[in-house]
């Protein structure tokens, strides 16, 4: 009897995981698009510096300020034009955040498809191109998809490298593997070089588990 309540608690526990995320899913997808940039800011600003363009600096800055988001993607669009290559696929990802926050999931989509095929984008910008792209589609892409991107050589080679485990947590737990999603957010969790940040969504994943 204990077995059949065990295994009745267990399946409302994963309707109700499944039911937060079809019910909130896009906003889960924006907290950690905004969460991840804010990570990401310091590795991109050392990269703006080697921009040597003051003027571009000046107008990407202004552009993310913009309160109104259509006059934003308009000033970043005219920036994505420019020579400087690491602007320019700075700017698209810029665009893509404004796109999803939109709702326009196809056009931010599409570029940031655009740096992640560009040879000459940053890595850090290709990096972050890949965790966004992955997390707007986690839905949709399979397992096995997500695997082949994030191999262990790519994870481990990655800046982002906690946030692609984390994301792979998260694709386990919307398939309702929690075990093996659990597993991952005590990997990240006992992890002592892991971002404070991440390792506090882990428990509360792992909270969210048990």
Request: glycine letters at 2%.
């Amino acid at each position: 009897m204990s077995d059949i309540l065990r295994q009745v608690d267990e399946d409302i526990r994963k309707d109700k995981l499944i039911n937060l995320w079809k019910n909130y899913g896009l906003y889960v997808v924006i907290f950690f698009i905004l969460a991840v940039g804010i990570i990401a800011a310091l590795e991109i600003r050392s990269s703006i510096l080697k921009a040597n363009n003051e003027k571009i600096v000046e107008n990407y800055i202004a552009a993310t300020a913009e309160n109104n988001i259509d006059n934003s993607i308009s000033i970043l669009t005219e920036l994505k034009q420019t020579n400087n290559s690491f602007v320019s696929s700075l700017s698209s990802l810029q665009i893509a955040q404004k796109q999803i926050q939109k709702g326009n999931r196809a056009e931010s989509k599409k570029k940031l498809e655009e740096i992640i095929n560009n040879p000459n984008a940053d890595q850090v910008l290709v990096d972050l191109s890949i965790y966004y792209y992955l997390m707007m589609n986690i839905t949709d892409i399979s397992i096995d998809e997500m695997n082949s991107i994030l191999d262990e050589n790519k994870i481990h080679k990655s800046k982002f490298k906690y946030l692609y485990q984390e994301l792979i947590g998260i694709k386990y737990l919307i398939l309702d593997n929690l075990t093996q999603s659990k597993k991952l957010f005590e990997k990240i969790k006992n992890d002592a070089e892991a971002p404070r940040e991440v390792i506090e969504r882990a428990k509360k994943f792992i909270d969210l588990i048990a």
